[in-house]
Structures are given as C-alpha cells and as structure tokens.
C-alpha cells in the first residue's frame, strides 16, 4: 500500500553552483580549491625534477608504507563496495531515477557503455592484458596465492588473477563514487564535486574547508594519475612504433606522441562531451570490437566457447580467495600487485566516478549499478579470454617471444599478436587505440578537473578545458623528459599514497549516500 504522507527533504541546501567562484583570465575559478591545487601541482612537478631520486625514494617509501601496514583495509574496503553495490540494486532505493523520476537519458545505452569504458579502463587493458597473466603464469614478480608457475594450476591462477584485477571490485569502486556525485548533484541540486556527496554527514560544512580538502585530494590524486597514465603509455606506444616500423624508442619519440595526444585532447575538450569524448569512445569501441574478434577468433579458435568458460571459472574459483587478507603466504604478490591496484582504482575513482556520473542522468539507481557493474565484467572477460588467454597459450606452448616470459611490459600484447596473421596490420591498430584510449582518458580527465576546480560548474568556459588539458600534457612531458622513467614513477607513487586517505574518504560516502537515497525514498512516500 503506498503511503501518500511526504516528509521534509532534511538534505537540501541554500548554497549556489559556483557562489564561491572568481571570474578572471577568462575562466570561472573556485576559491580556494583552484589556486590551492595550482600551486601544489606546480610545487610537486619543480621539486621532482630538481631532485627525481630523492621525490622517488620517499614518495616510494610512503606508498611502501601505505601498502605494508594497510593492505588490509584496502582489501576489506573494496569488498565493501561490490557487497554496497550489489545490496542497492535489491533494496527499495534502487527504484530510485537519477535526476527526478522525468528525468531521460541524455545519451544511449552504446553511447554510454563506450564512454564508461573507455574512461574506466580501456587503456589499462590494452597494456596488461597479455602482460599480466603472463607474468603471472611465469612467476615474474610472484605469483597468486603461491600456485606453482609454469604448470596448468598456475595457469588458470594467472586467468583468475588478471580478472579479479579487471573484474567487479574496480567497477565497484568507480560505481560508489559516480552514484554518489550523480545523486547528489542531479536529485539534489548540489554542485557536481566530490565534496557534495558528504552533505548528509557534514552538512554546510561540506562548503566549507573539510570540502575544500576533499575536493584538493581528487584533484590531485586525478592529475598526478592521468599525467602518470600519459607518460607511461607514451614510452608503450614509442615501443610499439619501434618494434612495427623501427622508428626510435627514444625520449623525442615519446615527447613527439605525448605533444600529438594532448593537442587532440585540446580539440575534444574543447568541443565537450558529445562532439569530443562520446565521438572518439564510439569510434574506440568499434575499433577495440574488430581487433578483440579477430584475436578472439584466430588466437582461440574453436575453442572460444570453452576459453570463456575457462576464464570464467577460474574468476569465480579465485573470486573469495583473492578477497582474503588474512593468512596470506603470498606477500610479494599480494602487495605488488593486488593491494597496488586497489590503491590504483581508488587514487583514479574521482575522476573516473565524476564522469560516469556527468553521463548517467536519467539511469535508476538499479539500471546504473547492474550496467557499470556487469557489463565491464563481461566485456573484459571477453577481452581477457581473447588477448590473456591467446599470450597465455603462446607462453605454455613455447610459441613467440612470450615463451620466454616478460622482458618488456609495453611489448607484450605486440610480442602476442606478431604470431598471429596480418601482425602488422594488428599492430597498427594497437597502436592507433593506445593512442585514442589516451586521448579519451585525457579530454575526460580535463572536464572532470575542471569541474571540480570550477565549484562544481559542468559548462566552464573553454580556456579552463584547455589549461587542464594542457597541463596534464606538460606534467607528462616534463617529468619524462627532466627526470625519466624515475620521476613518472614518483608521480605514480604520489597517486597510489593518495589512495589510502581517499579509501577511507569513499567508505564514509557509502554512508552519506545511503542516508541520501533512504530519505530520497521516504520522501517520496513509498
């Protein structure tokens, strides 16, 4: 029976989008949150470049820190979120429309699912892929839960592994935040920033300097990620261009692709989400999909069927052991790999939340958690069988490069497809969607910054687009140039020490948004 008695709304603000903002030099800046991060940012780029080893050595050592004494709470941390995620979606509140129960869809599902994607993790994708269940299969730095390298146990371990990695506690991570900044912002009129998601636990004083800390932590864990992501995957596709076309691995190379990557970047940015990110992430998808079938199909065979239902299996099997802590006898494995991941995804879950969110009005709490949660699961179960599994059997079966084991990262999924038909032709295709997943990730990025540096504004004018995009590439730039693969690595560092404050950050937000959706729900009086 449905009780037609309203209450008040107790989560409702007089504060205005933007009313702490300052107009100058052609952009519309938050105070202090621009400004703050600004400097900080600049600050971090001069000291690593004056003194790389030393930025390395102790920002190594306070991830190192975070890792050893925490792994713990990561781990039980990312449970929490798939247990919250999969709890909403048969709850009451999960009937709940993300901007109003009028709102629509501003974009289509395929439109949708290709932006997700492709902001979420297409590029890590493309770099692991085959690198990791490899590495792990050949026990390259550990391996799960101690099973036996370079036996068919370890094999399957190395499958299950890689997709636990990929697989639902990720997009957990990401669907906590993005649900949370959707909610508030579209239900609720609250600024489209990190901090509106804490309104029910901090009230007025989300506007205040407990948000304005909160919004600096995603700011720079997002920079510092993005800039990372863009020198790291230059130096993959410089390797690559060597190894097609014998073009120079060298840091001109890599500072010619970062150059190229953020001036398209700059042209998407600029023309915002449907003429830049929602273009190029349909044309990423389309391309991903005609190399993911041809790898399907020619690495796996007849044996598609069976491959899927290998990775599967060896997913679900390693599902609840992985999720362990406690009593693990795996150390160098556990800590370098998975714990490193979860503090990777939480240090990349502002941005990659906040965009989700700018895409998802009009999706009901339940339609949003069973799509950012299920359909990446069983996309990259696909991919995984296709790329993972096809480089796993090369290295069993003594094929390649790859029967070796792992000598270069970057190289792998190259080393994979150059014993498949029409390699170079592949190859160039890789290549080409490094670049784009890139692209995407950076002009993405940039709309996410700039949001949250302009007080939650979504249609800041377009010289603040291009400053953030431009900086990304010009921290990427220096830093690979000035310090080398070393001073990426310290900016790497900063993001993942950025994790462990920005965890505890998002296990308060399961609170806070729940509180938000529950008295969504009795307001409406059902």
Not at 42 to 56: C, H, Q, R
Not at 220 to 241: D, E, N, P, V
């Amino acid at each position: 029976m449905t009780n037609n008695i309203t209450t008040k709304d107790p989560y409702t603000t007089d504060y205005e989008v933007g009313q702490d903002n300052l107009e100058m030099f052609g952009m519309d800046l938050h105070n202090p949150v621009f400004f703050i991060s600004a400097c900080l940012i600049i600050v971090f780029v001069i000291g690593t470049l004056m003194f790389p080893a030393e930025a390395k050595a102790m920002l190594d050592s306070a991830k190192g820190w975070s890792i050893e004494n925490f792994d713990w709470f990561f781990i039980w941390a990312a449970n929490l979120f798939v247990l919250f995620c999969i709890a909403l979606v048969f709850l009451p509140v999960g009937s709940i429309r993300l901007g109003g129960e009028d709102a629509v869809p501003e974009f289509s599902t395929i439109s949708w699912f290709a932006m997700l994607f492709a902001a979420g993790m297409g590029i890590g994708l493309m770099f692991w892929s085959v690198a990791e269940p490899v590495a792990y299969y050949t026990d390259w730095y550990g391996t799960p839960l101690n099973a036996p390298p370079n036996t068919p146990e370890g094999a399957r371990a190395a499958m299950g592994a890689t997709m636990f990695h990929w697989g639902l506690h990720p997009w957990a991570i990401y669907a906590v935040v993005a649900l949370s900044l959707a909610f508030f912002s579209y239900n609720k009129g609250m600024p489209l920033t990190i901090r509106s998601a804490f309104y029910p636990i901090l009230g007025e004083a989300c506007w205040g300097w407990a948000g304005h800390l909160i919004d600096l932590l995603a700011v720079l864990a997002t920079i510092f990620g993005l800039a990372t992501s863009l020198g790291l995957g230059a130096q993959q596709a410089a390797g690559g261009l060597h190894h097609l076309f014998g073009i120079s691995n060298a840091i001109n190379t890599q500072i010619a692709i970062i150059v190229g990557v953020t001036s398209v970047a700059i042209f998407s940015v600029v023309r915002g989400i449907d003429g830049g990110v929602k273009l190029l992430s349909n044309i990423n998808m389309a391309l991903a999909a005609c190399l993911l079938l041809f790898v399907l199909v020619l690495g796996q065979g007849l044996n598609i069927f069976s491959s899927l239902a290998y990775t599967t299996g060896a997913y679900l099997e390693n599902l609840l052991p992985l999720s362990n802590s406690f009593g693990r006898e795996d150390d160098t494995w556990f800590h370098g790999w998975t714990v490193f991941y979860w503090a990777w995804w939480i240090s990349w879950s502002p941005f990659v939340g906040m965009f989700i969110a700018r895409i998802s009005k009009g999706r009901t709490v339940r339609q949003f958690i069973a799509a950012v949660l299920l359909v990446p699961t069983l996309v990259t179960i696909v991919w995984m069988t296709a790329f993972g599994g096809t480089g796993l059997d090369q290295a069993m079966n003594g094929v390649g490069q790859l029967a070796n084991g792992i000598s270069d990262v970057s190289l792998a999924m190259f080393y994979m497809l150059e014993n498949l038909p029409l390699s170079q032709i592949t190859s160039f295709l890789g290549i080409t969607l490094v670049l784009i997943f890139f692209i995407t990730s950076s002009d993405s990025g940039s709309l996410v910054i700039d949001s949250i540096t302009a007080g939650g504004k979504v249609d800041a004018p377009v010289p603040q687009r291009i400053f953030w995009a431009t900086l990304e590439g010009v921290i990427a730039g220096t830093l690979l140039y000035g310090g080398g693969a070393e001073a990426l690595k310290a900016l790497q560092a900063g993001a993942i020490t950025v994790g462990l404050p920005f965890t505890v950050v998002l296990v308060i937000m399961c609170v806070s948004l729940y509180k938000g959706l529950a008295a969504e729900r009795r307001q409406a009086g059902a």
